[in-house]
């Protein structure tokens, strides 16, 4: 990532038009990661752009698994069974957490010892929350700083154990249920809240069986994945920027086509319709397990509200674009219950307070949380991505609505989840 790039993002009047998401990132890694240890090729059509996707592609390549992309653009992942081949070099798992947490879980279960390392910002991230579950199941993991990566897994022989996650984490639970697949026995991963479910519907769309029954999935060790030909949905988390765009302006109207509409990840539209965007979601089916949908969205009044307790864990990647464009809400927004916010690519609490302050409007940060006014007017600046492409957004989206152009130091950022978004911005802002 060359952090060096600048973006320019002048005011707009609406935001018009149809715009064509790359796909799912969370999907997108679990289908690579799944395809690796299948029997056979899998096919996924509109993969995600993401260079995280990327880190997990070539890290599956480096345990043996090539890749490849047809000539029609889709991504064919070959699969050899769930016996990976020891890595001849450390693997770069880049700035992308999913990457790591959830390869830990295959790793732990591989007769190889290897290592996984990352770039500054995930060097930070906290990883104990994934060497606790592997290694009651049997592996042994060792850290920097007491759960910090780089990470070395030696796998082996795992036993299925029942794990209660003190984090709401969809990573968590996927890394749990991936070396639960290697184990012996069934292994249960009881959550506190219940978080996004890809782990287990792309589990299932390989062919194993995986249960639940109320907030735990299960899942029985020893079950054999097939290579599948996936369509990947939209990534809604990507959409959430654009429809923030169109809710600062009441004439805006935007397309998406073919965005993720998972209930588990769709609680964003409720909440964006409960702030005042209008939202309409049309065509819907089902691919994979996955449901797939049309939205459509125009502006009308930009209310605000509170984000709380499951809510926040629903939307914990679209809070930095919420509270971006907050202080242009009637009543202003409040966050609570986030603070896993402060372990995300950057500290996306303290990154949004600072940004939000440098266009001149007022927010009060809190351990877990932000409260931000609404009704307030804010000149455009000069703004830092924090390296976390999801800051770089968030605050291009903020800068349409603000008076004077923004420039955001560090855009390239936003290329970790989504490359090519300043120019599809440009090709809907009205001016
Ligand atoms: C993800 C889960 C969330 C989310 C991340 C992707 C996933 O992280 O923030 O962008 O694909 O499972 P946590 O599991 O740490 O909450």
Known sequence: MTDSSTATVRPARSVRGVVRIPGDKSISHRYAMLAAIADGTSRFHNFSAARDCFSTLDCMRALGRSWKRAENGAIEVQGRGAQLSAPSERLNCGNSGSTMRMLSGILAGQQFESEMFGDES??????????????????RIESRDGGRPPLKVRGGSLKAIHYKPEVASAQVKSCVLFAGLLADGETMVEEPIRTRDHGELALHAFGAEVGRSGNTAHIRGGQKLTAIEAHVPGDLSSAAFFLCAAALFPDSQITMPGILMNPTRARLLDILIRMGLKVSVAHLEEHHGELVGAIEAQGGTWKGGVISGADTAALIDEIPVLAATAPYTENGLEVRDAKELR???????AAVAANLRKMGAEVEERPDGMRIPGRQHLQGAELDSFSDHRIAMAFAIAALRADGQSTIIGADAAGVSYPGFFEELETVAGR
Do not use: F, T
């Not at 995930?122 to 592996?139: D, E, K, N, V």
């Not at 372990?343 to 609490?349: A, F, G, L």
């Open 343 to 349: 372990v995300k690519e950057s500290d996306r609490i």
């Open 122 to 139: 995930l060097s930070r991230r906290p990883m104990a929350r994934i060497m606790a579950p592997l290694s009651q199941m049997g592996a």
